[in-house]
C-alpha cells in the first residue's frame, strides 16, 4: 500500500466496527470514492463491540425505524451468506402478566411495521426450545426472522473492509487513533492522527463507545453511554457437534428477568459448542464514561470486556436456572465470561447526522449489530442526498437541545435507558425521573399552587391537567370515563377530559411555553424563509401576519410544520419543542449552503406563549386588555397578529387555533409573562393543561402533528394540508409538490378513524395509547399502499366532546371511503374502526360556524 494519504474526500473515525465497514460499503455503493478509514484498534476491531458482540437480531420493535434498519441488516446480511434465521423465541413465566401483555403489545407493533412476528403457546414453544420447563412459561411470541450473524459481524466487517480496498475507493489504516479534528471556520478540514494529518472535507464518526472522545474533539458531546452487560458461558454443549452449525435451538428471551439465551452451535465453530447467557442489569447498572475504558494493554481481555463478578448475576442466574436447568448442570466458564460494553442512549435513539458544531462532521454512534447495515445506509443516503428513505427525525443528531448535551444529564437519563434495555414495559407516555426541573415557565409556582400534574418536552415542565379542577369531575363525569385498566390509565390524569369539556363550554388558558423559537434576519430573511417554506412569506402584504407553513424536502416530503411570523425587520419561527431544535439546524444550514446572509438566533428561552381559547375567550380576554373594542370580530379576524397591553405588559396576540375553539396565542417577554398570567386569570379564568390542547382537542379537530402524523414518507398532499393554490415562487420540493398535485389521486391519504366499539373480551372499556396496526377485517392483514408504506395509527386519542377513541392512519387509496369499516389491534384484541374523515375534515369544528362578534 502507498503511503498515508495527505488528502481524501470523507474519512471513517472507526472503521474496524459493523458500523464504520457498513459507512463505507454503503458511501461506495452511492458513487462516493477515496475514502480513508482509520481504526485504533486492529482491522476488523478487536478491542471495540464488534469484537464480542452475541450478534443476534430480533425483528420486534415499537419503532418503525427501528424494524426498518433490523429487517435491511438482516437482509443485508443474508444476502452475504452471513445470517442463520433459526427464529427467536420470547417468553412469559407463569404469573408475569404484565410480561405477557407486553408481548402481545409487540406483536401488535410486528404487525404495525411489517415484521411476522405471532403469539405462540407452552407447548409450542417447549417444541422449539427443548432445553424449557414448559409448566414455567404461560405464552409468549416467535419471530420467525431473528436470528444470528454468522459467524461474526466482526467477519463481515473484515469481508466488507477487504472488498471496498480492492475497489480503489477505499485505503484502510489499522492501529491509527485520532488524535484531534481539523477544524476551520466551523467546517471540518481532516483528522490529525500519529501517522500524519489527512486533510478532508467530511468525516464520518464510527468510533462506537469511544464516539463521545471523537465528538470532544469538536467541542460537543454525544447523548451515549457505555454500559456493562454481562455474558456468561457455560458447557461444554456438544447438541450440535458434527452438524457445522454456528447456532441449533432459536434464540430465547427472557425479559421478565432482563436475560437471553442462546447455544453456541458446533464445538468446532466460531464461538465452540456452549450456551450463552446475557442478562441486562435492572437496579444497578455500571455505566462507564468512554475516558475510563481501559487501553489494550491494561485490559485482561479488551478494553470493552470488563471483568465479572459473579455476585452480580447470582439472583438473576438462579431464576434462570430455573426455567433452562441445562445452566446448572453444564460447567461455567468463569474466564470466558465477562462483562461486555455496549452504547445505551439518552432517549432510546443513536446519534446519528451532522454534528450541530462543525459543518462535514457526521455521527453515526450507538448503533446496534442488527441495525448496522439499515443505519449505514441511511447515513449514506443522508451525506449523498440529503434525505433519507424513512424518516430520520428520532435519530437526527440536531434534536438535541444544549441541556441534552450536558454529562449530568447524559449520564442520568443513560442510566434509566440501561435499567429498561429488557425488563420493563416502557410506556408511550412514560416520564423520565432524570433531567428534570430544567426550564420552568415564569407561572410554574402558580400551576404548582393549582395542583399540576407535570410531565416534560423539551426540558420544560408541562402540566397535563390540575387538581385544583377536580371538582369539574362532578359536572361533567358522566362523559369523563374512568379508564379502568391499568395501561390505558398510567400517566394519564381524568381531570384533563373535564378540563377539555370546560374550555368548550366557556374558556380557558394553558401554558404554551414549550414552544421552541428562533429569529431570522438579516438581508435574505425574507428570500431564505420564501425558499424554505411552501407557503407565500414574501410580499409587503405578509407583514404582520401569521402563515401556518411547511418545510418540503428535495422529493416534495414533508419535513417539518410550524408557524411563521413576518415581522417587519424578520421572521420569527415558532415551532414545537420536539421538532424545533433541528429546524433551527436546519434553517441555519440551508442558509450557509445556499449564500443567503441571515443570522439565525434561538430566543426560545426570551419569550413565553400563553394560549386562551374557548366561545368566551374574546369577551373573557377584552375584560383585561387596554383596547377591548380591538379584538372584535372585524377588528382582529382569523390569522391576524397585533400588539396589545394586558396587565401593563406588552403582547403580541396572534388569533389561531389548536383546539378547534376560537382564541388567541398570547407572545409575551419572559419577564412579563407572569405578570399576564395573574391579569387572566384575574377574570376567573380556568388553567387547563396541555393533554387537552396537545392531544384529546386537537384530535377531535384532526389537526396533525409533526414527528407522528406528518414525516417525509408523506407528501403535503397526502396529509392534506396542501393549499389549494401553489405559490409562484420557487421554493424546495415545488417541482415534486406540483408533480404530486398533478396525480388523479395520491397513494394514500392521512384518515380520521373513530373506534365503534372499544370493548375488550373482559368486558372493560379500553381506551388505546401508543401506535397499532390498522387491518382488513376480511383478511386480517395489515393495509399497504402502491408504494410499499403500512398503515397504523399515528396518533390516538379519546375525545370526550365525541364520546370516542380518535385516530389518525395514512390508508392506501383503496380504503380511502368515509364510512369504511377496518380493524385495529391492541393488546392482542382486534377492535373495529370506522373510517370518519378522508384527509382533513374536523369530526368537531366550533370555528366553522357563525363568527361570533
Not at 491494561?298 to 470493552?304: I, T, V
Not at 394586558?646 to 412579563?672: C, N, P
Request: charged share 25%; glycine share 10%.
Amino acid at each position: 500500500m502507498a503511503g498515508f494519504p495527505e488528502t481524501a474526500k470523507v474519512v471513517i473515525i472507526g472503521l474496524g466496527g459493523i458500523v464504520g465497514s457498513s459507512v463505507a460499503h454503503h458511501l461506495i455503493q452511492r458513487g462516493w470514492d477515496d475514502i480513508v478509514g482509520i481504526d485504533k484498534s486492529g482491522i476488523p476491531t478487536d478491542i471495540g463491540s464488534t469484537a464480542h458482540a452475541s450478534d443476534f437480531c430480533y425483528t420486534t420493535s415499537h419503532d418503525f425505524l427501528s424494524c426498518w434498519t433490523t429487517l435491511y441488516s438482516i437482509d443485508f446480511y443474508e444476502k452475504r451468506g452471513h445470517y442463520a434465521r433459526v427464529g427467536g423465541l420470547e417468553i412469559a413465566r407463569v404469573g408475569d402478566d404484565g410480561r405477557m401483555d407486553e408481548i402481545k403489545r409487540k406483536v401488535a407493533s410486528a404487525k404495525a411495521f411489517g415484521t411476522r412476528a405471532r403469539l405462540i403457546g407452552p407447548a409450542e414453544i417447549k417444541k422449539k426450545f427443548p432445553l424449557l420447563e414448559e409448566h414455567l412459561v404461560q405464552g409468549g411470541m416467535w419471530d420467525p426472522d431473528a436470528g444470528l450473524v454468522v459467524p461474526r459481524s466482526q467477519t463481515v466487517a473484515g469481508e466488507l473492509i477487504d472488498e471496498a480496498v480492492a475497489s480503489g475507493k477505499l485505503q484502510a489504516f489499522a492501529h491509527t487513533p485520532a488524535k484531534s479534528l481539523l477544524i476551520e471556520n466551523g467546517h471540518i478540514k481532516g483528522v490529525v492522527t500519529d501517522r500524519g494529518t489527512i486533510r478532508a472535507d467530511h468525516v464520518v464518526v464510527c468510533a462506537g463507545l469511544w464516539g463521545r472522545l471523537i465528538a470532544a474533539m469538536a467541542g460537543e458531546d454525544l447523548p451515549v453511554m457505555p454500559v456493562d452487560h454481562p455474558l456468561t458461558f457455560f458447557g461444554p454443549y456438544n447438541e450440535f457437534a458434527g452438524t457445522g452449525k454456528e447456532i441449533g435451538w432459536p434464540l430465547l428471551r427472557d425479559q421478565g428477568n432482563s436475560a437471553y439465551m442462546r447455544d453456541t452451535g458446533d464445538p468446532k465453530t466460531a464461538e465452540g459448542g456452549m450456551i450463552e447467557w446475557g442478562y441486562y442489569e435492572e437496579t444497578h447498572p455500571r455505566l462507564c464514561h468512554p475516558r475510563d475504558i481501559l487501553e489494550k494493554e491494561q485490559a485482561r481481555l479488551s478494553p470493552s470486556q470488563r471483568d465479572l463478578d459473579m455476585e452480580q448475576i447470582l439472583t438473576p442466574l438462579e431464576r434462570a436456572i430455573e426455567l433452562t436447568p441445562i445452566l446448572g448442570e453444564l460447567g461455567y466458564e468463569e474466564k470466558r465470561s465477562f462483562n461486555g460494553l455496549l452504547q445505551v442512549t439518552a432517549d432510546g435513539g443513536p446519534s446519528i447526522g451532522e454534528s450541530q458544531k462543525v459543518r462535514g462532521l457526521w455521527y453515526a454512534v450507538a448503533i446496534w449489530v442488527k441495525d448496522g447495515p439499515g443505519m449505514a445506509k441511511l447515513v449514506a443516503d443522508w451525506m449523498t442526498d440529503g434525505r433519507t428513505p424513512v424518516d430520520h427525525a428520532k435519530i437526527d443528531y440536531a434534536r438535541f437541545y444544549p441541556h441534552q448535551l450536558q454529562e449530568k444529564f447524559i449520564e442520568g437519563r443513560c442510566g434509566e435507558a440501561a435499567q429498561k434495555i429488557y425488563n420493563p414495559a416502557v410506556h408511550p407516555r412514560e416520564p423520565y425521573a432524570t433531567g428534570r426541573n430544567i426550564r420552568r415557565s415564569p407561572f410554574y409556582e402558580r400551576e404548582k399552587e393549582l395542583g399540576g400534574y407535570f410531565m416534560e418536552l423539551g426540558g420544560w415542565e408541562r402540566a397535563h391537567g390540575y387538581a385544583a379542577n377536580e371538582p369539574l369531575l362532578k359536572k361533567y363525569g358522566n362523559r369523563v370515563p374512568v379508564r379502568e385498566n391499568e395501561w390505558d390509565n398510567r400517566h394519564f390524569w381524568r381531570v384533563s377530559n373535564a378540563e377539555h369539556l370546560a374550555m368548550s363550554e366557556d374558556c380557558g388558558i394553558v401554558n404554551l411555553s414549550h414552544f421552541y423559537m428562533f429569529d431570522v434576519e438579516g438581508p435574505d430573511h425574507v428570500a431564505l424563509m420564501e425558499w424554505l417554506c411552501a407557503a407565500k412569506i414574501g410580499g409587503d402584504n405578509m407583514v404582520g401576519k401569521g402563515i401556518y407553513t411547511h418545510f418540503l424536502d428535495d422529493q416534495g416530503m414533508v419535513r417539518a410544520d410550524l408557524t411563521v411570523i413576518r415581522m417587519a425587520d424578520r421572521c420569527r419561527v415558532i415551532d414545537g419543542a420536539d421538532a424545533g431544535p433541528r429546524d433551527f439546524h436546519y434553517v441555519r444550514r440551508t442558509a450557509e449552503d445556499k449564500g443567503f446572509k441571515v443570522t439565525v438566533t434561538d430566543v426560545t428561552e426570551k419569550f413565553v406563549t400563553i394560549g386562551i381559547w374557548g366561545p368566551n375567550a374574546r369577551s373573557t380576554l377584552q375584560k383585561v386588555v387596554e383596547d377591548p373594542n380591538g379584538l372584535t370580530h372585524e377588528n382582529f379576524p382569523f390569522a391576524a397578529i397585533k400588539t396589545i397591553r394586558i396587565g401593563g405588559k406588552t403582547v403580541m396576540a396572534f388569533r389561531i387555533s389548536y383546539v378547534g375553539e376560537q382564541g388567541w396565542e398570547l407572545h409575551m417577554r419572559y419577564e412579563d409573562g407572569l405578570a399576564v398570567w395573574d391579569a387572566l386569570r384575574s377574570t376567573g379564568i380556568m388553567a387547563f393543561g396541555v393533554e387537552t390542547y396537545a392531544n384529546s382537542r386537537r384530535m377531535e379537530k384532526s389537526l396533525r402533528l409533526q414527528n407522528a402524523d406528518l414525516l417525509t414518507e408523506y407528501n403535503l398532499i397526502e396529509s392534506d394540508l396542501a393549499r389549494p393554490k401553489v405559490k409562484e415562487a420557487d421554493f424546495r420540493g415545488k417541482a415534486k409538490h406540483l408533480e404530486y398535485k398533478a396525480r388523479p389521486h395520491q397513494p394514500a391519504m392521512l384518515c380520521t378513524l373513530v373506534m365503534t366499539s372499544n370493548v375488550d373480551a373482559k368486558g372493560v372499556a379500553r381506551y388505546p395509547v401508543g401506535i397499532l396496526p390498522v387491518l382488513d377485517p376480511a383478511t386480517g392483514e395489515g393495509l399497504v399502499d402502491a408504494l410499499g408504506r403500512r398503515s397504523f395509527t399515528t396518533s390516538i386519542a379519546y375525545g370526550p366532546t365525541l364520546g370516542k377513541n380518535i385516530a389518525l392512519a395514512y390508508l392506501p387509496w383503496a380504503y380511502c371511503q368515509e364510512g369504511r369499516k377496518l380493524n385495529v389491534e391492541y393488546f392482542g384484541e382486534t377492535y373495529p374502526v370506522e373510517v370518519a374523515a378522508v384527509g382533513y375534515k374536523p369530526l368537531y369544528d366550533p370555528e366553522n360556524l357563525k363568527p361570533r362578534s
